[in-house]
């Protein structure tokens, strides 16, 4: 295991799938990992999700653009098809990723958006429900995690609860953060568990957080108590 990590983000969207005309070429489909391999990364994470739909045929969550066809946005439209293109030569775009990742020596780590969720009821989201507070909305996410860390090749998985305020919804109402800042942390230890047991100890759980403990805190994170009990 690496102990120290170089890690790269890519959001899956503005720079690869929105911008290929389907068919989706292999060497189209390989560009997320082909422009940083042979560089100082070692750690490739893809964002499987902005938070309305996943990037991969998902047994447990909705796929990106199912809700929303026809399309009106010629990237959503590109997503899709894309997406549908590689599928239909028998090709899962994420599996696709993660071989390639390892093929070029880089570990793969898939990251989920906390804060919103493709295929429940919007009214479960920050403001007009309560995010996270919802043990359905739990559930569901812990699904996507398990998923990806069981069915698929990663080495890992990236919980990332920093895209709110600009690009996800907040995931616990100001008045929540007492009460579920230590069902937060019980669902991380639930997490990690569900990790380890699952790939034997081989895989981690990373998070994205905010820069300080004071705003961590605010939120509803705990970090120091993550990290303490690791």
């Known amino acids: 295991m690496r102990q120290r990590r170089t890690f790269y983000y890519n959001d899956a969207r503005h720079y690869y799938l929105f911008i290929f005309e389907p068919p989706m070429q292999l060497e189209d489909a390989w560009l997320a990992v082909d422009e940083v391999a042979g560089t100082a990364v070692d750690s490739f994470v893809y964002g499987v999700e902005r938070g309305d739909g996943l990037f991969y045929p998902s047994k447990v969550g909705m796929r990106f653009g199912a809700d929303i066809q026809p399309f009106e946005e010629v990237a959503y439209w590109r997503t899709w098809n894309n997406m549908q293109s590689l599928m239909d030569r028998g090709l899962d775009p994420l599996a696709l990723l993660i071989d390639r ?121 705990d970090v120091r108590q993550w990290l303490e009990e690791g």
Not at 143 to 158: H, N, P, Q, S, W
Not at 200 to 216: A, F, Q, W
């Open 101 to 221: 990742a390892h093929d070029k020596g880089m570990d793969f780590f898939a990251s989920v958006r906390m804060a919103s969720y493709g295929g429940m009821d919007p009214a479960l989201k920050v403001p007009e429900g309560r995010g996270l507070a919802h043990g359905e909305v739990r559930a569901h996410q812990f699904a996507v995690l398990e998923e990806l860390v069981r069915d698929y090749a990663t080495d890992g998985i990236e919980l990332d609860f920093t895209a709110s305020p600009g690009g996800a919804p907040h995931f616990l109402k100001s008045e929540d953060v007492e009460e579920y800042t230590p069902v937060l942390t019980d669902y991380m230890r639930r997490i990690a568990a569900m990790t380890r047991r699952v790939s034997e100890g081989k895989k981690l759980v990373g998070v994205r957080v905010y820069p300080t403990e004071e705003i961590n805190r605010s939120r509803g994170l």
